[in-house]
């Protein structure tokens, strides 16, 4: 079972900042936060991942409460082609026999003209 | 580079027959994994190689599922027989054995539709 829990979905304007959060109250100390993303007919598409800093690349920012139990996604500044389902996903990276990600059942975010 | 490839894009077969997946990784990819969403559920894992091995075959759903990567390139997937609950979109994802390399690549799926 996942050990994610986000909206099922979300509205945001184009143009704007879409902020996707995600709760994982149970994450333990080995383990990260990815996001990926899945836009309609396509595989899931990495976006980023972190384990308890910041972090920024050029899709997106994560952003991690300091007890780590939530993170959100930030999209600065979202264009119509972000319009797809997000996923929220814990990964021990620690263990190398296990390497899945379990998928929750996301959010669906719709980018508005 | 190319990406992870799929083969075919779409099937469709009567209950009973045989079909089989092919995903061509990225090259250089060690590490190859199996997904699929069936119809209304949630995307789950199948299984994972490293190289020619499999490391993780946890998720394989029964035995009618036979996954190989001969060689370490490229695998299939094949179900003998095709059941209706076996309907639904396949993917394949690929990562480089450096495990500071972060996400896994996916292929766009194949969608299976077995009547």
């Known amino acids: 079972d996942a050990k994610t829990t986000q909206p099922p979905s979300m509205d945001c304007a184009e143009g704007r900042a879409a902020n996707l959060p995600c709760n994982h109250s149970t994450i333990s100390g080995n383990e990260y936060v990815y996001w990926y993303r899945q836009i309609h007919s396509q595989g899931p598409q990495y976006i980023i991942h972190g384990l308890k800093n910041n972090e920024t690349n050029e899709m997106a920012s994560l952003i991690i409460t300091e007890d780590r139990k939530s993170s959100t996604l930030i999209l600065p500044h979202a264009t119509l082609r972000d319009t797809a389902v997000y996923y929220c996903i814990v990964r021990d990276r620690s263990n190398f026999g296990n390497e899945k990600l379990t998928f929750g059942t996301g959010t669906r975010l719709t980018i508005i003209p | 580079e190319a990406g992870v490839t799929q083969f075919p894009s779409h099937s469709v077969i009567e209950k009973g027959q045989t079909v089989t997946l092919r995903c061509d990784p990225i090259s250089g990819h060690d590490n190859l994994y199996w997904y699929r969403r069936v119809m209304g559920k949630e995307i789950k894992f199948l299984l994972h190689?490293?190289?020619?091995?499999?490391?993780?075959e946890s998720g394989m759903p029964n035995n009618r599922f036979l996954a190989e990567r001969t060689g370490g390139t490229y695998s299939t997937l094949k179900v003998q027989p095709a059941e209706l609950e076996d309907s639904g979109v396949y993917f394949c994802?690929?990562?480089?054995?450096?495990?500071?390399?972060?996400?896994?690549?996916f292929g766009s799926g194949t969608r299976l539709t077995v009547v």
């Open positions: 190689f490293v190289k020619e091995s499999k490391q993780d």
């Open positions: 994802a690929s990562s480089p054995r450096d495990r500071t390399n972060y996400g896994y690549t």
